[in-house]
């Protein structure tokens, strides 16, 4: 099966990357970044050219039930033309109120609407770019109101109505898990696993809860994925029947590249291992 393994593109981290191409299968590059400049599309196609690429955007808002924002999505569209990437993604999150931007991916509410809405917006990217994005799961340290499903059953139902791959990032699924008092092992387990295509792994740091004395994780992408984050990539490679994508994430306090290198290897190891799980079923 032809798993493979990445980084995120970074300014920060351009030049070890070009170095080590021949340890590097793929880089995911964040779509936004690249809507408004030509310079930095034709930076980009250069790049596509040395290396499988994927696009991620952060800016749609895909479970708003005011529908999405027709040019972005037309940017999207233009971008994913040019460079013609092998998939591209977006957040399963809230981006903004009418016209007004709050700065984050917010955890939607977890219910039947926010689930019609997100299949109504995919249907209409597919339409305008020509494909579906893979949708990502994202990290929350509030539990979004007005939900009436936990995330395990919103998640299922959103892939199910929309049709859409799963982009599933690992560290937010734990995260969430130990912060709403979930098991991670049981919400992965009921995950659709043959929806699942690629993977982020990040890493985080422990903050004080509202009350001073419960601590949470909150997901930074400054830190290296901890080691539970591997098991449950073995987990997921020991049911998944598609060749996965891994990506590690890092959005700052950059380490060596022979680090993130270990990193990745270890990425490797985990996937093989459930691989082996899974032919031995």
């Given at each position: 099966?032809?798993?493979?393994?990445?980084?995120?593109?970074?300014?920060?981290?351009?030049?070890?990357?070009?170095?080590?191409?021949?340890?590097?299968?793929?880089?995911?590059?964040?779509?936004?970044?690249y809507?408004?400049?030509?310079?930095?599309?034709?930076?980009l196609?250069?790049?596509?050219?040395?290396?499988?690429?994927?696009?991620?955007?952060i800016?749609?808002?895909l479970?708003?039930?005011?529908?999405?924002?027709?040019?972005?999505?037309?940017?999207?569209?233009?971008?994913?033309?040019?460079?013609?990437?092998?998939?591209?993604?977006?957040?399963?999150?809230?981006?903004?109120?009418?016209?007004i931007?709050i700065?984050?991916?917010?955890a939607?509410?977890?219910?039947?609407?926010?689930?019609?809405?997100?299949?109504?917006?995919?249907?209409?990217a597919?339409?305008?770019?020509?494909?579906?994005?893979?949708?990502?799961?994202?990290?929350?340290?509030?539990?979004?109101?007005?939900?009436?499903?936990?995330?395990?059953?919103?998640?299922?139902?959103?892939?199910?109505?929309?049709?859409?791959?799963?982009?599933?990032?690992l560290?937010?699924?734990?995260?969430?898990?130990?912060?709403?008092?979930?098991?991670?092992?049981?919400?992965?387990?009921r995950?659709?696993?043959?929806?699942?295509?690629?993977?982020?792994?990040?890493?985080?740091?422990?903050?004080?809860?509202?009350?001073?004395?419960?601590r949470?994780?909150?997901?930074?992408?400054?830190?290296?994925p901890?080691?539970?984050?591997?098991?449950?990539?073995?987990?997921?490679s020991?049911?998944?029947?598609?060749?996965?994508?891994?990506?590690?994430?890092r959005?700052?306090?950059?380490?060596?590249?022979?680090?993130?290198l270990?990193?990745?290897d270890?990425?490797?190891?985990?996937?093989?291992?459930?691989?082996?799980?899974?032919?031995?079923?």
């Amino acid at each position: 099966m032809n798993d493979r393994f990445g980084l995120g593109w970074r300014t920060e981290l351009a030049a070890g990357i070009l170095s080590n191409l021949d340890h590097i299968d793929v880089v995911e590059v964040i779509a936004d970044d690249y809507f408004d400049s030509a310079s930095r599309l034709r930076a980009l196609k250069m790049l596509a050219a040395q290396v499988p690429v994927v696009l991620h955007g952060i800016s749609l808002g895909l479970p708003s039930t005011a529908g999405i924002d027709r040019r972005r999505l037309d940017k999207m569209a233009r971008l994913v033309e040019a460079v013609l990437p092998e998939c591209w993604s977006e957040h399963l999150a809230f981006v903004r109120a009418g016209d007004i931007e709050i700065g984050h991916l917010a955890a939607p509410p977890r219910a039947t609407s926010t689930i019609d809405a997100t299949a109504v917006n995919i249907e209409a990217a597919r339409a305008v770019v020509g494909s579906p994005p893979l949708v990502e799961n994202i990290a929350t340290l509030i539990d979004p109101p007005a939900s009436d499903h936990d995330e395990p059953t919103w998640l299922s139902g959103t892939v199910a109505a929309s049709g859409a791959g799963l982009l599933l990032d690992l560290h937010n699924l734990w995260a969430n898990s130990v912060n709403f008092g979930l098991d991670a092992r049981e919400f992965l387990a009921r995950l659709p696993a043959a929806s699942v295509h690629a993977v982020h792994l990040s890493g985080g740091r422990w903050i004080s809860g509202a009350d001073g004395v419960s601590r949470r994780i909150l997901d930074d992408h400054l830190h290296d994925p901890p080691d539970p984050i591997f098991d449950l990539l073995s987990a997921l490679s020991s049911r998944c029947p598609n060749p996965l994508t891994v990506i590690i994430e890092r959005d700052g306090s950059y380490p060596p590249m022979g680090h993130l290198l270990a990193q990745l290897d270890r990425a490797r190891r985990a996937v093989s291992a459930g691989r082996e799980v899974m032919r031995l079923q």
